[in-house]
Every structure is written in structure tokens, then in C-alpha cells.
């Protein structure tokens, strides 16, 4: 099997047909829209192909229905192939060759039907020219042999042996059943057989071929039944281009014209394929022979340059890796330098703010805001010092109107510069003092920048000033809301004790009525004789009399109560806890006012243990939890990530003996409202009840 492929398609030629997958034929007549396509032997009618002079080659083939004068891409009974590089000239002109031979064996003995033609035409689109012999060529440029022609000789034109093959005498013509020697090779690929008759040439005698050899005489492939008698051609090869027949005059010079340069073509052509077919193999050695070393040259030299850019590539590496160790040393160089004390990096781990001015109370830092802002206002008069500019500006020649022209201009700036300060002032949060900072840094370098060609900038020692409002309204600002959050806690603490003593005066109003109660009921009995009875009320009468100085001895130690360990599970998970105090008498007052709508579930409650010292005992807790503090800033929020066991511990070793300690909450409406979303929803008729009030 043969196959040949090009830009456009492929040719696969199989046993009996011609199999074609050609791209371009989506944009031709129906028949051609089929892809493959496949066409049997004993249906082509003719093949013919061109060798252009950018030596690429069009192959067409005919099948039966094919209409001459009709546009190729019109026909759908003629398959044109597109140019086929000059790479593949050799591939296409093999195919082509055993197309032929087979074409030419199947139609071997069948009905009287034109055999299939081999031609070199100059425009394969030119179909309304007549046929000559110059479009037939004879079996021997075949390697696998075609049917000869009927007739030997046409007028006109005579026979173009190969250079490669023998002389043969002149005038001498093939007979019909003339093969060629295979010793002599094959004729070069698009070698033109016949061309148009010249005047005879003086040319050495070539011997006579022997008897028992056979003469060098070529067969050609018929031309269709359909072609017509060749052309009359002048001795020169040039036709006359008067031609006056009828109104048609202008249509034959065109055809004229057009044969005499196909006939130009021709011998040129012919000329070089002499001149290629003359090389002696050693000179085609020679051309193979310098073509490798080329290639060897550049692979070489293709070598060599991948060497040198590996190389560069590794100097870059190295390079690279000594300036990256460089840094690194210098980085390790300049954080030993640094010297950060514990305690300032735990203060910004925790956004503890640092004062820049440290004053004992906001009273303070706003005497000391009042003192900066006079210096700032003595300095924004005229001659302060706030702004700086050049004396020896001038304008129009003049040195006075230059200096009222610096002066508008210096105000002009130094209003936007203290614009700028004011709005960082009035805007000012503790948290952005460092991005106030750098905002007034740049203005100062604007104003600069604008005020450069008179010299025109913003006085260091004013700069300084306005920087110092900045660092102290931030102190203030900040001193101002711990102040606050004192003063918070003292009302909540004053609140505390108060309702803490209001429990035990109301504890102690209760004990008193009830211990006199049972006072005159003692009475009673004992005029009554009820010596029995008496004793168990006075039982009574002395529990609560111990219970009453209880309540004083509490109301008189401010540092008793109960500290409580609570928690919160479907608020805020299973590692987090609270410990606090109270001095309440029912510490679960307590627990319910933190339970509130603040929380959407109440807190559970882990341990209450009373002690004389609650004060200590909590401040202790907090101590030894201060590493798991949740809010670092404000002490008086209790939470801690720890599980009520590790408190367990903790509260065990400081308070002592715990009589009572749970360690799993309860968390009931938490639970319930998980039970409650994880189960399947309920019927609406069951949810709102099925009865009517009566």
C-alpha cells in the first residue's frame, strides 16, 4: 500500500481503489464533501499533474462525467490537490507512478474506454485548450510499464529522449510495443517526452541498434478519447500572433500568446533537467557529503551554546546564593542589635497600650494639651518659626514684591499643613496614632514639594509640636476611657456591696422578727408549764441568734463571700469558664443577673464556695489563670480558656476542701434546642392542635 500526505490531505492507494481524506473539500461541490473518499481503479479516467518552477507539484484526477472548458472547482467529477511542498516532489511523482501502473492493469482487456493518462501540463485549469503530444508521456516514465499509444509520430512535434537513456537517430519515434532498457534507469521525474519540432540540428550519428536489440523506442499513455488534433507550432516553437479570423481576433492572440510562453517554459524547463539529470554521482556525494558536515557544524556549535548558557546559569545560582547568605547574616546582625525588654513585648502581645507621655490622670494631659496649644499658636504668628522660606526670592525684578509673593504663599501652605494636624486631632482614636503620624509626615513632605521653588517648608521644631498634640490627645483619649472603665467598675462594685447589704439588713430584719416570734411563743409555754416544748423553741431561739451574728460578722467583713466558677456551653464552647465573687447571701442572684438576654443560654454552674477571704481567693484564681485570660486589656471581664476540671484543680489548691464540684454542665435549653433542630419537623395540624375552645 502507498500513501502520500500534504498540507491539504492524504492518498492512501490500496488494492483495487484510491481512498482520499482531502480537508479542503467542505468548501467544494457536494460529491467532494465526503471524507474519506473513495474512488475505484476502473473509475478514473485521468491523472495528470505540474511541477511548478518553485519545483511543487498539483495533482488532479478525472473521473467519468468530466466536462471540459468547466471551472475545476465547479466539477464534481475532478479532485484537485493543492501545491505539495518541494520535500515531498519525489513522494508524489512515486505515487503517481504506481497509480498509473495500476490503473492501467485493471483496465488491461476491459471495454474500450480511454486509458489513464500521465501528463505535464503548464496550468492544469486551462481545459479548453486542445490536447498535444506534449501532454503524453511514454511508459518508460513509469518504473511499472503503461499501454502504448495508437499512433507513433504526431506533426508537429518530435520525440526528447532522457540525457540519461541513449541517443537515438534523428527522427527516430517509438514503435507501439517499444519498452525501454531497465539498465538505462528511470527518465527524470517530469522529464517532457515530446516537444515542438525544430529546425534540424547538426548532431553525431548514433550507431544503428543491433538486430537482436531492441530499439530505444518510448510508448506514452493515451490521451482521452475527447482530445483533439495538436496544434500546427512553427519551427521556432512560437506561433504567430496575427491572427484575423472573424471577431475573434483578440481571443487567439491571447491563446498565442499563451502557447509561446508555455513553449519558453518548456525548453527552459527541459535545459534544467539536463543539467540535473548530467550530475555524476560523485558530485551528488560530494553535495551529501557537505550538507552533513553543516548539520554537524551546528549541532556543535548548538552544544556549545547550551554549555555556556548552563554555565552562565550556575555562576547566576552561585551568585545568588552568596548574596541571599550575605542577608541573612546581616538580618541575624541587626536583630542582635535589637534589644526588646519582656515585659514591652508582653504589653503588645496583649494591645496594651503605651503611652507615649505618661501623666497620672486625665486632668494632667489635658493641662498639659492647653500648655502645647499656646506654644502652637505662638508659633503660628507672624516670624514664629512655624514656616521657613527664602528672603532673596524675586518678582519682576522686584526683591519687595518677591517677599510679599513668599509670605501669601508661605500662609497659604501652612494653613493646609495645620488643616491637616486639626483634622488628625479632632479624628484621633488611641489605636491610630501611628497612621496619624505618618499622614502629617507626608503633608510636611508635600508641602515641601510645592514650596520648593521659594524654599518653602514646615520649621522641624513645628513639626515636632504637632506630632506631640498627636501623642498626647491619644494619651489623653486612652486615659480618659480607663477612667471611664474605673469608674465603671466602682459603681458596679458599690452596687454590688449595696445590694449585698441591703440582703443582710433585710436577712437580719427577718431573723430579728422571727426571734421574737419564737420568743413569746417560749413565754407561753412556760406559763403554760411546758417545760418540754420550751426547751426545743429556745433550741430554736439560739440558731437564730447564731445565725444573726453571722449576718453581722459578714455585714462587717467586706471580704467574704462565695466565689463561683460558671460556664457557658452553648454560648462559648466547652473550654471556656468565668470566676468571680459574691458577697450576696444567695450568690445564685448573681448567676441569674449574668444569665440575662446579653447570652442566649444561662450559665451553668460548676462550684460556689463561701469563704472569709473570697477577695484573695479570687485574686489568686486570676493570677494563676492569667496566661489564659480571654480579654488581656480589661481585667474586669472573668473569662478564661480553661475546662471546668483544670479549674477544679486550681481552685482546690488554693481554697482547700471542695465539698461540691461539677464538672459536666447541665446546659439544658442548649441541649433541648440541639434535640429539637436534629429532629424531623412536625406536622403543622400536630404542632398547633387539633381541637376548638368550647
Known amino acids: 500500500m502507498s500513501t502520500i500526505k500534504h498540507q491539504e490531505g492524504e492518498a492512501i492507494l490500496s488494492a483495487d481503489s484510491l481512498t482520499l481524506t482531502f480537508t479542503a473539500w467542505t468548501a467544494m461541490p457536494a460529491k467532494k464533501q465526503a471524507s474519506p473518499l473513495i474512488i475505484p481503479l476502473t473509475g478514473i479516467v485521468c491523472i495528470e499533474q505540474q511541477l511548478t518552477r518553485l519545483n511543487e507539484r498539483y495533482l488532479r484526477i478525472v473521473t467519468p462525467g468530466y466536462t471540459p472548458n468547466r471551472k475545476v472547482a465547479e466539477d464534481p467529477h475532478v479532485l484537485h490537490f493543492q501545491p505539495v511542498r518541494s520535500g515531498y516532489a519525489a513522494e508524489v511523482a512515486a505515487f503517481v507512478e504506481k497509480l498509473v501502473a495500476a490503473v492501467n492493469t485493471y483496465r488491461a482487456g476491459g471495454p474500450a474506454t480511454p486509458p489513464g493518462c500521465l501528463v505535464e501540463v503548464e496550468d492544469i485549469k486551462s481545459t479548453a485548450a486542445p490536447r498535444t503530444p506534449a501532454e503524453h508521456v511514454?511508459?518508460?516514465?513509469?518504473?511499472?510499464?503503461?499501454?502504448?499509444?495508437?499512433?507513433?509520430?504526431?506533426?508537429?512535434?518530435?520525440?526528447?529522449?532522457?540525457?540519461?537513456?541513449?541517443?537515438?537517430?534523428?527522427?527516430?519515434?517509438?514503435?507501439?510495443?517499444?519498452?525501454?532498457?531497465?539498465?538505462?534507469?528511470?527518465?527524470?521525474?517530469?522529464?517532457?517526452?515530446?516537444?515542438?519540432?525544430?529546425p534540424p540540428q547538426p548532431s553525431p550519428a548514433a550507431p544503428p541498434p543491433a538486430a537482436h536489440e531492441q530499439p530505444p523506442t518510448h510508448p506514452a499513455i493515451a490521451a482521452p478519447s475527447n482530445a483533439g488534433p495538436p496544434q500546427s507550432v512553427p519551427p521556432d516553437g512560437h506561433v504567430d500572433t496575427d491572427i484575423g479570423v472573424f471577431g475573434a481576433r483578440s481571443k487567439a492572440?491571447?491563446?498565442?500568446?499563451?502557447?509561446?510562453?508555455?513553449?519558453?517554459?518548456?525548453?527552459?524547463?527541459?535545459?534544467?533537467?539536463?543539467?540535473?539529470?548530467?550530475?555524476?554521482?560523485?558530485?551528488?556525494?560530494?553535495?551529501?557529503?557537505?550538507?552533513?558536515?553543516?548539520?554537524?557544524?551546528?549541532?556543535?556549535?548548538?552544544?556549545?551554546?547550551?554549555?555556556?548558557?548552563a554555565a552562565a546559569h550556575r555562576a547566576a545560582a552561585s551568585q545568588a546564593a552568596a548574596e541571599i547568605a550575605r542577608l541573612q547574616s546581616r538580618m541575624a546582625e541587626l536583630r542582635r542589635g535589637i534589644v526588646v525588654t519582656e515585659d514591652l513585648l508582653v504589653l503588645q502581645e496583649a494591645g496594651v497600650y503605651e503611652y507615649a507621655h505618661p501623666l497620672d490622670d486625665s486632668v494632667a494631659y489635658k493641662a498639659a494639651l492647653a500648655e502645647l496649644k499656646d506654644h502652637i499658636k505662638a508659633m503660628n504668628r507672624k516670624d514664629g518659626g512655624a514656616v521657613q522660606a527664602t528672603t532673596a526670592f524675586t518678582m519682576n525684578g522686584s526683591l519687595t514684591e518677591g517677599r510679599k509673593m513668599v509670605g501669601e504663599?508661605?500662609?497659604?501652605?501652612?494653613?493646609?499643613?495645620?488643616?491637616?494636624?486639626?483634622?488628625?486631632?479632632?479624628?484621633?482614636?488611641?489605636?491610630?496614632?501611628?497612621?496619624?503620624?505618618?499622614?502629617?509626615?507626608?503633608?510636611?513632605?508635600?508641602?515641601?514639594?510645592?514650596?520648593?521653588?521659594?524654599?518653602?517648608?514646615?520649621?522641624?521644631?513645628?513639626?515636632?509640636?504637632?506630632?506631640?498634640?498627636?501623642?498626647?490627645?491619644?494619651?489623653?483619649?486612652?486615659?480618659?476611657?480607663?477612667?471611664?472603665?474605673?469608674?465603671?467598675?466602682?459603681?458596679?462594685?458599690?452596687?454590688e456591696e449595696r445590694q449585698a447589704q441591703a440582703e443582710l439588713e433585710r436577712e437580719k430584719a427577718r431573723l430579728?422578727?422571727?426571734?421574737?416570734?419564737?420568743?413569746?411563743?417560749?413565754?407561753?409555754?412556760?406559763?403554760?408549764?411546758?417545760?418540754?416544748?420550751?426547751?426545743?423553741?429556745?433550741?430554736?431561739?439560739?440558731?437564730?441568734?447564731?445565725?444573726?451574728?453571722?449576718?453581722?460578722?459578714?455585714?462587717?467583713?467586706?471580704?467574704?463571700?462565695?466565689?463561683?466558677?460558671?460556664?457557658?456551653?452553648?454560648?462559648?464552647?466547652?473550654?471556656?469558664?468565668?470566676?468571680?465573687?459574691?458577697?450576696?447571701?444567695?450568690?445564685?442572684?448573681?448567676?441569674?443577673?449574668?444569665?440575662?438576654?446579653?447570652?442566649?443560654?444561662?450559665?451553668?454552674?460548676?462550684?460556689?464556695?463561701f469563704s472569709d477571704d473570697a477577695v484573695g481567693v479570687e485574686a489568686e484564681m486570676h493570677r494563676r489563670l492569667a496566661d489564659r485570660r480571654v480579654n488581656r486589656v480589661n481585667h474586669r471581664r472573668e473569662f478564661f480558656r480553661a475546662t471546668p476540671a483544670e479549674v477544679r484543680d486550681l481552685l482546690a489548691s488554693v481554697a482547700g476542701d471542695l465539698l461540691q464540684y461539677d464538672e459536666t454542665p447541665e446546659a439544658a435549653e442548649y441541649r433541648q434546642s440541639i434535640t429539637e433542630a436534629d429532629a424531623p419537623e412536625q406536622a403543622p395540624a400536630a404542632a398547633s392542635g387539633g381541637g376548638t375552645a368550647s
Open 409 to 495: 504663599f508661605s500662609k497659604l501652605l501652612l494653613r493646609a499643613y495645620n488643616n491637616e494636624a486639626d483634622n488628625l486631632v479632632r479624628g484621633m482614636k488611641p489605636y491610630k496614632l501611628s497612621t496619624a503620624r505618618d499622614r502629617l509626615d507626608k503633608t510636611r513632605a508635600t508641602v515641601e514639594k510645592l514650596g520648593r521653588s521659594m524654599d518653602i517648608r514646615i520649621s522641624h521644631p513645628y513639626h515636632r509640636l504637632r506630632l506631640r498634640e498627636l501623642e498626647l490627645t491619644a494619651d489623653h483619649l486612652n486615659k480618659v476611657a480607663e477612667e471611664k472603665e474605673r469608674e465603671r467598675e466602682e459603681k458596679a462594685r458599690l452596687r
Open 253 to 309: 492572440r491571447e491563446l498565442a500568446v499563451q502557447v509561446n510562453r508555455l513553449t519558453d517554459d518548456n525548453v527552459r524547463l527541459r535545459a534544467d533537467l539536463e543539467r540535473l539529470g548530467a550530475l555524476e554521482a560523485a558530485e551528488l556525494e560530494q553535495a551529501k557529503q557537505r550538507l552533513k558536515d553543516d548539520i554537524a557544524a551546528l549541532e556543535a556549535e548548538e552544544r556549545a551554546q547550551r554549555d555556556q548558557a
Open 512 to 609: 430579728d422578727k422571727e426571734r421574737r416570734h419564737y420568743e413569746n411563743a417560749l413565754a407561753a409555754l412556760r406559763d403554760k408549764g411546758d417545760e418540754e416544748g420550751a426547751r426545743r423553741l429556745q433550741d430554736q431561739i439560739d440558731d437564730i441568734a447564731k445565725a444573726m451574728d453571722d449576718v453581722d460578722q459578714r455585714a462587717a467583713n467586706v471580704r467574704a463571700g462565695y466565689v463561683y466558677v460558671i460556664s457557658n456551653l452553648g454560648s462559648f464552647g466547652e473550654r471556656m469558664i468565668k470566676v468571680g465573687m459574691t458577697r450576696r447571701l444567695d450568690p445564685m442572684d448573681r448567676v441569674r443577673e449574668l444569665s440575662d438576654a446579653s447570652v442566649p443560654f444561662n450559665f451553668d454552674v460548676h462550684a460556689l464556695h
Open 138 to 198: 511514454p511508459g518508460g516514465h513509469s518504473s511499472a510499464g503503461v499501454q502504448p499509444m495508437g499512433n507513433t509520430a504526431v506533426a508537429g512535434y518530435r520525440y526528447n529522449s532522457p540525457p540519461n537513456w541513449p541517443a537515438p537517430p534523428p527522427g527516430w519515434t517509438p514503435p507501439p510495443d517499444w519498452r525501454p532498457d531497465p539498465a538505462w534507469g528511470p527518465a527524470p521525474v517530469g522529464w517532457p517526452f515530446w516537444v515542438p519540432a525544430e
